[in-house]
Each structure stands twice: as structure tokens, then as C-alpha cells.
């Protein structure tokens, strides 16, 4: 009997999160998707997508991380375009409405600039979704730590690990919700990380 070696695992999704391994197990992301990893990075994400053939395209502020996730690409996922990659803020992203079957958008919401901005980047990533697809966003939250964070003004907080991050809570998530017409397709999601922040899971369908 054939047995999978155990240490196969970090060679095909290397540093993924979990929680988007998670979408992975329960088969919503699949081959031929277009996929729009937003605020990618240098694309710790992405090594599994870009090799079972999902059609990734990536954004990102960084010049520099732009430049990085399109060396693993051309490595990964050679016949995908170079220029499936660019700078810009999630505020304003240069493509057309309805595009992306998939969007992921993690650890980025909580760098928001103000709340109209953190709002701003939610309905931009909604335009670009196509209707059925899936939003996955996952960021810093206030739940679960009400009154044990050093709030400063409006929703921005200083973290323990020293950042001012913008925390939104479950009110303004529903508030969202209701103005974009989303449905949730599972809870909330949060976990604790010991004295240092709360990352809540926002899975949305358009
Ligand atoms: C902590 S990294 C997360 C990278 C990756 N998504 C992950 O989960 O590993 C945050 C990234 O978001 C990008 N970012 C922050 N604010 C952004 C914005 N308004 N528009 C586009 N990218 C942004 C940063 O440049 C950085 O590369």
C-alpha cells in the first residue's frame, strides 16, 4: 500500500493559511478559477494555487513584493501573464467589475488608513467579484477582546506587538453585509492569539 509521505504537505501548499486551506478542503476554489489574491505580497499563498492551475492574478501596494510574486509565478505557473500582477491600493484596482470567481484578501483589511478607507477596499473587492463568487477575507477584529486592546481614535487600536491597526467588530462587518447584499457562507470565525490579537474569518458569497 502506497503511503503519502506526511512532509509532502509543506512542498505542495508551503506556509498557506489554514483558513484558506480550509476553503481549499471544502472544494470552492478549483482549476481554471480566476483568482484575485488581494494584498498578495510576495505570495505566501499562492504556491499551491498557481500549480493546480487556477488562473491567480495579484495586487499589491509594494512595488517590490509585485515584483517578487511575479518571480514565483513565471517559476510555478509559467503560461500565466506576467502583468496578472501590479501595484495599486485595493481602494482602486484597475480591472473590470465582475472579473474574479475568487478573491482572497488576508491580513490586509486591519492596515486600513480610516474607516471610509477600510470601507472603500471592502466595496472595491466586491465590485470586482463576480456574482456567485467568493470573498475570503481574514484580519484583525476587536472580537473577543472588548476593552482589553488600547483603543485610540474611532476604530484604530494600538496592538501588544506594537502596530496601530484598524480593528473592525461584527456590527460593522453585518452593516457591510446588508449594504452589499452579501450572504455569509459560514459564521465568523476568530481566533485568539494570546495577548497579541484576534483574526476573524469573513467568507462572503456576492
Ligand atoms: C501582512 S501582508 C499579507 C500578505 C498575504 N496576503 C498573506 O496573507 O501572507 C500585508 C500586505 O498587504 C499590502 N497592503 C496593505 N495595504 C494595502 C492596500 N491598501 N492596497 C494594497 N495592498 C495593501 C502590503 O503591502 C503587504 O504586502
Not at 491597526?165 to 450572504?183: G, H, P, R
Amino acid at each position: 500500500m502506497f503511503h503519502l509521505p506526511i512532509t509532502s504537505l509543506q512542498a505542495h501548499f508551503g506556509d498557506i493559511d489554514i483558513y484558506l486551506f480550509d476553503q481549499l478542503l471544502k472544494g470552492r476554489i478549483q482549476k481554471g478559477m480566476k483568482l484575485l489574491d488581494a494584498g498578495c505580497s510576495t505570495g505566501r499563498n499562492l504556491p499551491y494555487l498557481l500549480k493546480a492551475g487556477v488562473k491567480v492574478h495579484g495586487v499589491d501596494l509594494s512595488v517590490d513584493a509585485v515584483r517578487q510574486v511575479r518571480e514565483l509565478a513565471s517559476e510555478l505557473a509559467p503560461t500565466l501573464p506576467a502583468d496578472n500582477f501590479v501595484t495599486a491600493d485595493l481602494e482602486q484596482l484597475p480591472f473590470e467589475s465582475d472579473k474574479f470567481e475568487v478573491i482572497l484578501c488576508s491580513a490586509v483589511l486591519h492596515f486600513a488608513r480610516s474607516e471610509a478607507h477600510f470601507q472603500g477596499m471592502v466595496q472595491e473587492l466586491w465590485r470586482v467579484l463576480q456574482p456567485g463568487g467568493m470573498l475570503f477575507c481574514r484580519f484583525g477584529t476587536t472580537i473577543g477582546l472588548a476593552g482589553k486592546l488600547e483603543q485610540l481614535e474611532g476604530r484604530f487600536h494600538r496592538m501588544p506587538h506594537g502596530p496601530v491597526w484598524f480593528l473592525a467588530d461584527e456590527a460593522l462587518l453585518s452593516e457591510l453585509e446588508k449594504q452589499l447584499t452579501a450572504t455569509r457562507l459560514e459564521p465568523l470565525k476568530t481566533v485568539l492569539v494570546e495577548q497579541e490579537r484576534s483574526m476573524t474569518t469573513w467568507v462572503l458569497r456576492k
